[in-house]
């Protein structure tokens, strides 16, 4: 199996974030493989631990008085904590856990595959996020507004590099411990 780069994929049917594509919400989905068992705990904590995810969180404490650590990272990572920075736990289980901040969600998943004939233990880690429309003041029908839509594309770019830093966070963890 050829281990690939943060990509666009289709959500899971078993994925907590499919409730809100369901529900008519925007939702997306990216992932990216790794060598071995990568938990989804280690995966959370990789995540909101690159460099990138710090100045975002960097961003919340001096713009939304939203502090956090390291620490507090590796506590909500592992099921310690029910909320770090903005976000707040709505559903967790061993392979995922789908986090909340307003009309937002943003969801992780980490699952292993068996690459194939002698092919050695991959694990599948997938990131996405949801935006809960509100409904118009006009209409009243759902919508996700003006900045959602010209922020998208953005959107779209920044999940995928989050992604792929925290497979290359976790990719140099295991590299540190081969030495």
Known sequence: MKLSGARSCEIPENAFLRRYRERGSYADCYVAEVEGAVSQAAFVHAFYTTTLFKVE???????????????????????????????????????????????????????????????????????GSAVLARPSRKSGKPELGLAFHALLGFHRLYSRALLQAAVSRLRAGRNAVAR
């Open 57 to 127: 969180r960097l961003l919340l404490k001096w713009f939304a008085s939203r502090p956090s650590t390291d620490q507090e990272a590796k506590e909500f990572a592992a099921g310690s904590k029910a909320s770090f920075a903005a976000w707040r736990v709505e559903d967790r289980d061993a392979g995922q856990l789908l986090v909340s901040a307003g009309r937002t969600r943003s969801w992780f998943m980490a699952s292993p595959v068996n690459g194939g004939a002698g092919d050695a233990l991959v694990t599948r880690l997938f990131f």
